[in-house]
């Protein structure tokens, strides 16, 4: 999940003004479940950092029935949430999905296999996707598989980003099939050191994020390109940024590999005018 300086954020303006406070309540909402678990610190956190994350997130369920049920919240996030539940029957199951998607950060630091992370990525990338498509609005209903497609393509753009940081705080979000597969050992992804084994685990996880913005493609039903215009920015967004990791042959164990506000700015630009053009076309 992301802040509102970042990549999101500048897919979210081209929405008509209640749409854009209605994805950012739901934005704010997620960010702070996210929260929860990212500030108990992984797998060098301590019992009572565990303890007090896992409060938390009892708390963000409490507060999402409050939303559900028309009470108000004791947070500002759930507040400002709850007007737009019923005025865009916001699916309250993404929302669940998404703070169970979160406590197993809290209960894990590894993964076993790709489909054990794929289940990871529905919960915490393309649930939301699910929420947000809400507000956008569709005719379509393929374009609920385009957002749980675009969702994974996404997260694992994140975890190839976001690699180094996750090791120093314990978690490793590569499958450990996948690390076997390639002969890499943690102790190798912890040096920091682009072997040719290396190279090899974090360009075939690259590619399989590529194959789901392909996904994503295909499954975006044509009638409603316009009306997720937001999505396709943050898409080509993301698939820019995750072209930057491999222009950089992955030097992501101690750079924050980041797109810049100009450049972020030019791809919501260019898609916006790709998506009117294609539409007006149709």
Not at 19 to 35: E, G, H, M, Q, S
Not at 57 to 80: D, M, P, S, V
Not at 108 to 121: H, K
Not at 148 to 170: E, F, H, M, P
Request: charged content about 30%; glycine content about 4%.
């Amino acid at each position: 999940m992301a802040r509102r300086d970042t990549n999101f954020y500048y897919s979210f303006v081209v929405l008509p003004a209640d749409k854009r406070a209605a994805i950012l309540a739901v934005w704010d909402f997620c960010r702070a479940v996210d929260d929860a678990v990212d500030e108990a610190g992984g797998g060098t956190s301590t019992p009572e950092r565990q303890a007090a994350a896992a409060t938390e997130i009892a708390k963000w369920r409490r507060e999402l029935a409050r939303c559900y049920a028309g009470r108000t919240a004791e947070t500002t996030q759930a507040n400002a949430l709850a007007p737009w539940v019923a005025k865009f029957n916001l699916p309250r199951q993404a929302f669940e999905d998404v703070i169970d998607g979160v406590e197993m950060d809290l209960a894990r630091c590894r993964w076993a296999t790709f489909d054990e992370l794929y289940e990871y990525c529905l919960r915490v990338a393309s649930a939301v996707g699910l929420i947000c498509i809400e507000i956008f609005g569709y005719r379509d209903a393929g374009c609920r598989q385009y957002a749980i497609d675009l969702g994974v393509a996404l997260q694992l753009t994140n975890i190839l980003r976001d690699l180094g940081k996750d090791l120093r705080s314990g978690r490793i979000y590569l499958p450990q099939e996948d690390l076997a597969r390639f002969d890499v050992c943690e102790d190798d992804l912890r040096a920091g050191r682009m072997t040719n084994c290396v190279r090899a685990l974090v360009d075939w996880q690259a590619r399989r994020a590529h194959e789901y913005y392909a996904r994503a493609d295909k499954t975006l039903p044509r009638e409603d390109a316009r009306s997720m215009v937001a999505a396709r920015i943050m898409g080509a967004i993301y698939r820019d940024l995750l072209r930057k990791i491999e222009r950089s042959d992955y030097a992501v164990f101690d750079t924050a590999i980041r797109l810049s506000r100009p450049q972020k700015a030019f791809i919501a630009g260019r898609t916006w005018l790709e998506t009117m053009a294609r539409t007006r076309k149709s």
